[in-house]
């Protein structure tokens, strides 16, 4: 995000004004529509628009209301541009943390939606493009009182981040040891003297109450104000700024119960009789305990990232780089787009690239879960993370940095466990109000045993106040849901399933139809030339020789085995002119003076030439699954050409595992009916939606979702990218085009169907340890906080202390990510699928 001059700024009057940029206006009336638009918005004053900066100037009677002005401009027909950008944040430590964040970057003006991950410690912002300075984001979130940091932009830069999360678990291992050490003499001495009367009779007799009183409060009040003063710290500009979190809660807890018995310590005569009594093993078990469960958090958390590190680690760090005729390593950073590179048995390859020399196997199991090395020769393309077999070659590097698959790879797996899901909704409600309750309800307890309790009932009222304080801190009920992403995601990209987003997890669940395309989904998207049967008066040689020299341009599969057919046999292919495509239906080109068309009958008929002399044999091809095409010299039909995609040996068992899964099988192609309908039969497909043209895959997947039906489509074509978008869940397989990938919310990198039930799994495993995760964070504290607040005395005279409160807080979060760890042990139900590069290193 950049700084812009229309930053929204104070008026007279109360008036805000913003700059808007619009793209698509051409001309006057193009300005005046959109001013007209604007004016209608309730609370706008003006509106100037600028045709040469294409930008809106509003006035704001108040509060400028961005969504209603950017709905009114693209209800006129224009479009404002948005951009988007992450920020880390320090110092969150709970939901409410969350929750205050997003709504003060929310109240950033030009800022549209922001969305904050307790786990990843990340908020990702929608903005009017040019609207927010980065300053702007950085000041709210020090305003709601939390460190923001710039968000990594690089493999590097998630190396830093690495770091600065090492230290961080170095600190608290540093503080709970402090804080450990000093809280056992405390905690062994005075809970030893309730339990053995003997060792207390001890105690007063050798060393005196008061002296005992004095250590206890030396070492408490060291443990309150040197661990624990990261409570403070955040804690008390939360209370000033009347936004209470997590941190407040605690220091409100613990220095109530160092506060009380330091009164009880120095001036006991100004307490009611009987009640001078000191809790300093309370104040100093609380912060050692919370201390404790903050460092199992933060090691749980480093463990649920382990997939990025993985990835991460996959790269090579330096490269032999061509300069002045010789190689030399240099850094990886130091690789630009048209170095030549030379990559030697063993190594890792550095980048993206295309082959000049040499040729050897390279290890792609990173990338495509394929065990087997591939060959890799001159015009081979090569994957920067894999790694090099026997032999050496040199390549031209064509992606660098954030542009190799490898960086475009990890970007998909943090944008994913960054996401949030729909089901977070309801935590979002929860938490707005739940610490402000919390603290009425401890005011209320307290109130209720000071004027209600037993006595001492001073001692009982601060005792159990002090115990809702401590054990309703909510963090298990943040880490939820953003733990258990984490974990499911990363777990999934080891296994070659990529989420782009976290809604796709969650709505991957509930599918009821897979919608599969045929060509290199279900097939093996490599067809070959089986039949060649030429008309009367056609030789045969002479026809497959100007057939594929028409096909030679074209990039379609079936026009590749039409010409590998020709060069087998040795058939010479001719210069041709006027070469036309004609999408779904077929081509044509002239060549030797001969006009030549190759395409499905259809393309025949709209040339108006018959193809019925060749109906026995389409029908016959047709029941053995291969697509016939019709070639036709000068407008005579001269041949009928049979092609056979064969099925990937994977795509039965794939198919039998969807349907052991309750769903329904769909396949749309743009093959003839007959063709269609014997692969379904084949393999069991239940619908079939036959001889469908590129375009037409949308209004397919949008019939299949008639009644309700939650529907995903697999496909990996340019053609297939708005099927991908329109569906409910797109799947792309990643042996595809980038244009598919980039149109899918899931993307298998294995190029294997066997990978869409495998991330179904995974998607209903992920959404039911969510489940588990929210089950037990709101039932810990809807159960708890009435014991914590002396609900069961009447029932046995049973009181939570506030150490055993701090001690069930702590538990309750390292429950909630213990459970979401459980999902690093997935194992796919499908095990054809080969674990990738990540999840050897994972085994290793």
Excluded at 447 to 457: D, E, K, M, N
Excluded at 494 to 516: H, P, S
Aim: aromatic share 6%.
């Amino acid at each position: 995000m950049n700084a812009h001059s229309g930053w929204p700024r104070p008026g007279t009057n109360n008036d805000v004004r913003q700059s808007i940029g619009i793209e698509g206006m051409t001309c006057a009336s193009c300005v005046r529509r959109v001013e007209l638009a604007i004016g209608k918005v309730p609370g706008v004053k003006a509106a100037f628009v600028n045709l040469a900066t294409e930008s809106a100037d509003v006035t704001f009677d108040g509060v400028a209301d961005q969504a209603a002005i950017i709905a009114a401009i693209s209800s006129a027909g224009y479009h404002v541009p948005t951009e988007a950008a992450e920020v880390e944040i320090e110092g969150m430590t709970c939901a409410s943390c969350v929750r205050r964040v997003e709504q003060a970057l929310a109240a950033v003006p030009g800022v549209l939606k922001a969305s904050v991950n307790l786990a990843t410690e990340r908020a990702t912002i929608e903005a009017i493009s040019g609207a927010v300075a980065p300053s702007a984001i950085e000041a709210a979130i020090r305003q709601a009182g939390y460190e923001p940091r710039r968000a990594a932009a690089s493999v590097g830069g998630s190396e830093a981040r690495q770091e600065a999360k090492d230290k961080e678990l170095r600190l608290l291992k540093r503080d709970v040891s402090v804080a450990a050490i000093l809280t056992l003499p405390i905690f062994l001495l005075e809970m030893g003297s309730h339990a053995i009367p003997a060792f207390h009779h001890w105690l007063l007799m050798n060393i005196g109450q008061r002296p005992l009183f004095l250590a206890f409060f030396v070492l408490a009040t060291i443990v309150q104000f040197g661990p624990g003063m990261r409570f403070y710290r955040k804690g008390i500009p939360a209370l000033l700024r009347l936004a209470p979190e997590m941190n407040s809660l605690v220091i409100l807890g613990s220095t109530a119960a160092w506060g009380y018995s330091v009164v009880a310590t120095f001036a006991p005569s100004v307490l009611p009789a009987g009640t001078a009594n000191v809790y300093y093993e309370a104040s100093a078990v609380i912060i050692t305990l919370i201390l404790l469960g903050r460092f199992l958090e933060a090691k749980a958390k480093g463990r649920t990232s382990e997939a990025i590190k993985r990835l991460i680690g996959l790269q090579a760090k330096t490269a032999r780089v061509q300069h002045n005729g010789e190689f030399l390593d240099v850094l990886l950073e130091e690789v630009r787009v048209g170095d030549v590179l030379q990559v030697r048995p063993g190594d890792k390859v550095p980048v993206d690239g295309e082959v000049l020399g040499g040729s050897s196997y390279v290890d792609e199991s990173m990338i495509s879960g394929e065990p087997v090395p591939v060959i890799k020769s001159e015009g081979s393309q090569v994957v920067g993370g894999t790694i090099n077999k026997t032999g050496s070659f040199t390549y031209r590097a064509t992606k660098v940095g954030a542009d190799t698959l490898l960086a475009q790879i990890i970007r998909m797996v943090e944008a994913a466990q960054g996401s949030k899901l729909p089901i977070q909704a309801m935590v979002d409600k929860v938490t707005a109000w739940f610490v402000p309750t919390v603290m009425a309800a401890a005011a209320l307890t307290f109130l209720t045993w000071l004027f209600f309790g037993p006595q001492p009932a001073l001692a009982f009222a601060l005792v159990n106040a002090v115990a809702v304080l401590i054990i309703a801190c909510p963090c298990a009920m943040g880490l939820a849901t953003p733990t258990s992403i984490m974990v499911g995601t990363g777990r999934a990209a080891e296994l070659g399933i990529l989420f782009r987003n976290g809604e796709a997890l969650q709505t991957l669940k509930g599918i009821d139809v897979v919608v599969l395309d045929k060509t290199g989904t279900l097939t093996a998207g490599r067809p070959e030339l089986t039949d060649l049967v030429v008309a009367e008066g056609f030789d045969r040689d002479r026809v497959l020789s100007l057939v594929a020299s028409v096909e030679v341009h074209s990039e379609h599969p079936v026009a590749a085995a039409i010409v590998a057919t020709a060069k087998a046999n040795g058939l010479p292919l001719h210069a041709i002119e006027g070469f036309d495509a004609v999408p779904g239906f077929g081509v044509k080109a002239r060549s030797g003076g001969h006009e030549i068309a190759i395409g499905a009958d259809r393309y025949m008929a709209q040339l108006g030439i018959e193809v019925e002399s060749f109906s026995e044999q389409a029908t016959e091809f047709g029941r053995k699954a291969r697509t016939p095409l019709y070639a036709a010299i000068d407008g005579r039909l001269a041949a009928m050409i049979a092609v056979s995609d064969p099925v990937k040996p994977t795509t039965p068992q794939a198919i039998r595992a969807l349907h052991a899964l309750g769903l329904k099988i769909a396949m749309i192609t743009g093959d003839n009916r007959r063709t269609a309908e014997a692969i379904a039969a084949e393999l069991g497909i239940d619908e079939v939606v036959a001889e469908v043209l590129p375009d037409g895959k949308v209004d397919a997947v949008k019939r299949l979702r008639d009644g309700g039906r939650v529907v995903s489509f697999v496909g990996d074509g340019i053609n297939d990218a708005p099927a991908l978008a329109e569906a409910d869940v797109g799947l792309a397989i990643g042996t595809g085009t980038d244009v598919a990938i980039e149109s899918a919310d899931v993307v298998l990198m294995s190029g294997d169907l066997l990978g869409v039930a495998n991330a179904i799994a995974l998607s209903k495993a992920t959404i039911r340890n969510i489940r588990q995760n929210l089950f037990w964070a709101f039932a810990y504290n809807a159960s708890l906080i009435p014991v914590a607040a002396g609900a069961l005395y009447t029932f046995g005279g049973t009181l939570l202390s506030p150490m055993l409160a701090a001690g069930a807080m702590a538990l309750s979060s390292v429950f909630v990510l213990a459970n979401a760890l459980r999902l690093k042990r997935f194992q796919a139900p499908l095990g054809a699928t080969t674990p990738t590069a990540a999840a050897k290193t994972a085994a290793a």
